[in-house]
T-cell receptor
Framework: DSGVTQTPKHLITATGQRVTLRCSPR?????VYWYQQSLDQGLQFLIQ???????AKGNILERFSAQQFPDLHSELNLSSLELGDSALYFC?????????????FGPGTRLLVL | LAKTTQPISMDSYEGQEVNITCSHN???????ITWYQQFPSQGPRFIIQ???TKVTNEVASLFIPADRKSSTLSLPRVSLSDTAVYYC?????????????FGTGTKLQVIP
């Protein structure tokens, strides 16, 4: 158990819909990262937040957005969903924003868009 | 931003030592090298991290040459349960804006 929790575990929805994925980092960790993993691709970094502020952006679509709240939990919002958005979405956390960035990953949310 | 390159897949028999090499030619001075293991439908799990020379823990060893343009993860005496994807990650040490990039991952298949 990494200490990172993600909800829900599974999500099935239809194209055009909007969903919100939630992540709670390990106690004391200030950074939260979001990743997408499709069947045919490796881990794709989406976005990082550190202590409530956006720190880095990766291959995140404009239809996707994220935020980190004062209690440090984070939400990833996916809108206008397409079939290709079906994937595993992982959240990871780390203590700081750069120093010794060991990331601890949550169990993931499996999203299926029908 | 250092890009990493790894072999796509490797096969090994049980009990053998496995070495997986990751190339990161553009590694920056403040970048650390980290390896993760991922089983199907699970999040990646931290294995080992290093900056230079050699690092060893109870799971693996990490060899980093002086120029730091590559690194080798060494798994001693692998078992079937080591079948997984292994990711090499290169990321900055200090704060500020940063991006974290995973390599393509190496799919290790351990054969009985």
């Amino acid at each position: 158990d990494s200490g990172v929790t993600q909800t829900p575990k599974h999500l099935i929805t239809a194209t055009g819909q909007r969903v919100t994925l939630r992540c709670s980092p390990r106690s004391g960790d200030l950074s939260v990262y979001w990743y997408q993993q499709s069947l045919d691709q490796g881990l794709q970094f989406l976005i990082q937040y550190y202590n409530g502020e956006e720190r880095a952006k990766g291959n995140i679509l404009e239809r996707f957005s994220a935020q980190q709240f004062p209690d440090l939990h984070s939400e990833l919002n996916l809108s206008s969903l397409e079939l290709g958005d079906s994937a595993l979405y992982f959240c990871a956390s780390s203590a700081g924003q750069g120093r010794e960035e060991t990331q601890y990953f949550g169990p993931g949310t499996r999203l299926l868009v029908l | 931003l250092a890009k990493t390159t790894q072999p796509i897949s490797m096969d090994s028999y049980e009990g053998q030592e496995v070495n997986i090499t990751c190339s990161h030619n553009n590694i920056a001075t403040n970048d650390y090298i980290t390896w993760y293991q991922q089983f199907p439908s699970q999040g990646p799990r931290f294995i080992i991290q290093g900056y230079k020379t050699k690092v060893t823990n109870e799971v693996a060893s990490l060899f980093i040459p002086a120029d730091r343009k590559s690194s080798t993860l060494s798994l001693p005496r692998v078992s079937l349960s080591d079948t997984a994807v292994y990711y090499c990650l290169v990321g900055p040490l200090e704060g500020g804006y940063q991006k974290v990039t995973f390599g393509t991952g190496t799919k290790l298949q351990v054969i009985p």
